[in-house]
């Protein structure tokens, strides 16, 4: 009897052997995370469309998972090398965002501080990650716009999941199903680097942490032959370890190294492209990597032509998968989660997207970026779902720390060393509204309460309040450029305006300043008669204010327009100065590429006023680059080095960037300058400056020195120093 159930068990599992050696190959692909060396399963995929090799499933981690979630939806290998190629991949990895996208009320700020900091409780704390990831999240969104209504991810046109980490338990998680950017992002938040993601209640980062190479998984789909790529290095000798990046590289892949020796024996065929130079964060050479991605696959060739043999011919020979491209859409409902303190008419304002119209995919993704510009969003992304006549759009927001605090640096040769502290609070007394305070600590000290509320009223309208103390110093200095006159300035008081912001780039406002003014000199001509005064003053402007610069620092496009009408009316006591006068202000600067390393900047200033003579501290000082304290720059000169009571200026400029953040700019200055002080004689003349800067954009801001001349002391250069962002 035992005789015959052996004989049994050997005839039934001969019969499973023989029918798993006919039935015709499931190829599952594999696709294993490594950063940038990822791109090189591009490569692979270009040699597997070359010899009608299509897989019927695809597994993937990191890397690896957007590349197979892509090409499953009918990517094919030289769309994703287009698009990868094509990338800018700063911007997209470090979140950088247009900075016509940046709400103008926030464009004051931009490019002023250094360093970042939630506040939590009583404290600060860190940052989850370097970035958010906004950038990646929104690209993934906008290229896998076919498969939002998809939930199983098993339905897509390739069937696919990916591996993430759930950070709290250390264990793997397969996503196969869910909203399938999410699953991507969750899948790539390499720690430290992005910050992890939210998904159906699990906070997930990078799966390359525990398992970088889903072998298994892809079996467990239904493949039974698997063509696996693996771009992981493994672990490192100590003499390699020696930069910030191979010692996170090295940090994260502990745990997936076992368990990659595992996945390698469960594959068919293992290719393994030379990826060993290359580092993680090296995206700049996609080229490369893709390259040896290629040359890999084709030292398999000759497996891959016996696979081929073994597809059924209508298999080897199917027609490419296309993926659905959508560009216009009927928006049907609009809903928004996420929020709970920013006012949802605040997001509406920005989005511009009515229910019931057509748009496109583009107008959907600019809308996206104008809502993460206003800086009250970690992460803003969307989804599009099929409604009975047309689509649900929603809009899923992560809001932001209510409260940060932030720090900048800045020390130049004419106003010395300063710092910047700043604490910012959103949402902390109505919904849509911004608290900030600035101090700023150096020899020109300073201090800023402000406050600016999103009223959510047509067009764009909001309220602002300021309460501000400024001491700083001038310094007057006769034509020969020697010192004649030093006053020391305090100026107090508070601002009330009202702005009608109609976009991102334009607004329009009237505003009221009561403040105290305290002058005090140190030395000074005694025919000036100056000393120790203290007015009050009742400022209302009117102003007109347009920025489509494409950058803070050395901008190459766009342009500033500005306009201000301001009534001065004051209890000054003077027979010298006029008690009450109009200031006038015209600003414009149009900057024009000319190549993409090379633009050129025209800018025109005029001030003038309609008093008889201008108390000392409202007139128009000229000289150096900074722009406060009534302070207006003329290159090759000093700071407040020529005050006027009017002043007509043409700047010129060259800016060339022959490498990456590094910069060479040309400037040539020309003004017109009109003094009437009293016991001086009046007159008009002409002033010239030139100057030529090397500058570097640093992670704390430009670090520039400056040559510079004038043609009041021809013979005389003068150099300038500046570290940091200005404020």
């Given at each position: 009897m035992k005789f015959k159930i052996f004989i049994i068990i050997i005839v039934i599992s001969s019969c499973l052997i023989y029918a798993q050696t006919e039935a015709p190959p499931r190829i599952g692909l594999v696709l294993s995370g490594g950063g940038a060396k990822g791109l090189a399963h591009i490569g692979v995929l270009k040699v597997l469309e070359e010899y009608g090799i299509q897989p019927e499933f695809i597994t993937g981690t990191s890397m690896?998972?957007?590349?197979?979630?892509?090409?499953?939806?009918?990517?094919?290998?030289?769309?994703?090398?287009?698009?990868?190629?094509?990338?800018?991949?700063?911007?997209?990895?470090?979140?950088?965002?247009?900075?016509?996208?940046?709400?103008?009320?926030?464009?004051?700020?931009?490019?002023?501080?250094?360093?970042?900091?939630p506040i939590q409780g009583l404290g600060v704390s860190l940052p989850k990650g370097l970035v958010a990831g906004q950038n990646v999240s929104q690209l993934i969104t906008r290229l896998t716009v076919s498969a939002h209504q998809t939930t199983d991810f098993r339905k897509l046109p390739i069937p696919f999941l990916c591996i993430a980490t759930n950070i709290e338990t250390g264990q793997p998680v397969v996503l196969d199903s869910g909203f399938l950017p999410e699953a991507i992002r969750a899948s790539m938040s390499i720690p430290s680097m992005l910050t992890p993601v939210l998904y159906e209640d699990k906070l997930l980062v990078d799966g390359g942490l525990v398992r970088n190479f889903p072998v298994s998984d892809c079996r467990k789909m239904g493949a039974n032959f698997i063509i696996g790529v693996d771009v992981g290095t493994g672990l490192q000798s100590r003499d390699d370890l020696?930069?910030?990046?191979?010692?996170?590289?090295?940090?994260?892949?502990?745990?997936?190294?076992?368990?990659?020796?595992?996945?390698?024996?469960?594959?068919?065929?293992?290719?393994?492209?030379?990826?060993?130079?290359?580092?993680?964060?090296?995206?700049?050479?996609?080229?490369?990597l893709i390259t040896l991605g290629?040359?890999?696959?084709?030292?398999?060739?000759?497996?891959?032509?016996?696979?081929?043999?073994?597809?059924?011919?209508?298999?080897?020979?199917?027609?490419?998968?296309?993926?659905?491209?959508?560009?216009?859409?009927?928006?049907?409902?609009?809903?928004?989660?996420?929020?709970?303190?920013v006012s949802k008419n605040l997001v509406m304002g920005k989005l511009k997207i009515k229910e019931n119209s057509w748009t496109d995919i583009?107008?959907?993704?600019?809308?996206?970026?104008?809502?993460?510009?206003?800086?009250y969003f970690e992460r803003v992304i969307y989804k599009l779902q099929p409604l009975t006549q047309g689509n649900l759009l929603t809009i899923m927001v992560a809001e932001k720390s209510t409260s940060i605090f932030r720090f900048g640096i800045h020390y130049d040769s004419d106003m010395k060393a300063a710092m910047l502290l700043n604490t910012t609070f959103r949402n902390f007394i109505f919904q849509g509204s911004k608290i900030t305070f600035d101090a700023r600590l150096g020899e020109n000290k300073g201090f800023r309460w402000s406050e600016f509320i999103h009223t959510g009223w047509k067009p764009g309208i909001g309220i602002g309040w300021d309460a501000y103390y400024d001491q700083f110093t001038l310094n007057l200095c006769d034509?020969?450029?020697?010192?004649?006159?030093?006053?020391?300035?305090?100026?107090t008081g508070t601002v009330m305006d009202i702005k009608t912001i109609f976009s991102n780039n334009f607004a329009l406002g009237v505003s009221a300043d009561i403040g105290n003014m305290k002058i005090t000199s140190d030395f000074s001509p005694a025919i000036w008669g100056v000393n120790d005064e203290m007015s009050k003053w009742l400022r209302v402007s009117s102003f007109f204010l347009s920025d489509s610069r494409n950058k803070a620092a050395y901008p190459s496009d766009g342009s500033r327009i500005f306009m201000e009408v301001k009534s001065y009316f004051s209890d000054v006591d003077d027979t010298i100065f006029d008690k009450d006068f109009t200031r006038f202000t015209f600003d414009t600067e149009t900057i024009i590429p000319m190549t993409n390393k090379v633009s050129m900047s025209m800018r025109g200033y005029a001030g003038f006023t309609d008093a008889s003579e201008v108390p000392y501290e409202e007139r128009f000082y000229l000289g150096g680059f900074t722009e406060k304290n009534n302070g207006i720059p003329l290159t090759g000169f000093h700071f407040g080095e020529i005050p006027?009571?009017?002043?007509?200026?043409?700047?010129?400029?060259?800016?060339?960037?022959?490498?990456?953040?590094?910069?060479?700019?040309?400037?040539?200055?020309?003004?017109?300058?009109?003094?009437?002080?009293?016991?001086?004689?009046?007159?008009?003349?002409?002033?010239?400056?030139?100057?030529?800067?090397?500058?570097?954009?640093?992670?704390?801001?430009?670090?520039?020195?400056t040559l510079m001349g004038n043609d009041q002391n021809p013979d005389k250069l003068g150099t300038f120093i500046s570290i940091g962002y200005n404020f």
């Open positions: 690896g998972s957007i590349i197979g979630a892509l090409y499953s939806l009918g990517y094919s290998a030289e769309e994703l090398e287009d698009l990868l190629l094509n990338q800018n991949w700063d911007t997209l990895l470090f979140d950088i965002i247009p900075r016509n996208s940046i709400s103008l009320e926030e464009k004051e700020s931009d490019g002023r501080y250094a360093l970042t900091f020696n930069s910030l990046v191979s010692i996170m590289q090295q940090a994260i892949s502990f745990q997936s190294a076992y368990s990659t020796e595992k996945e390698h024996r469960l594959c068919n065929i293992l290719i393994m492209p030379d990826v060993e130079d290359y580092t993680i964060t090296d995206f700049q050479k996609a080229d490369s290629e040359k890999a696959a084709r030292k398999v060739i000759d497996q891959l032509i016996e696979l081929k043999k073994e597809l059924p011919e209508t298999t080897s020979t199917s027609a490419k998968i296309t993926q659905k491209k959508i560009s216009r859409i009927f928006i049907k409902q609009i809903k928004i989660e996420g929020l709970h303190n583009n107008e959907i993704d600019d809308a996206i970026t104008q809502i993460y510009g206003s800086r034509d020969q450029g020697e010192k004649i006159a030093l006053f020391n300035v305090e100026n006027a009571e009017e002043a007509y200026i043409a700047y010129f400029k060259l800016q060339y960037q022959p490498i990456h953040d590094n910069f060479i700019v040309l400037r040539y200055d020309a003004a017109r300058i009109i003094q009437n002080f009293n016991g001086v004689p009046a007159r008009n003349f002409n002033v010239q400056g030139w100057s030529a800067t090397a500058g570097f954009l640093s992670p704390i801001g430009p670090i520039e020195f």
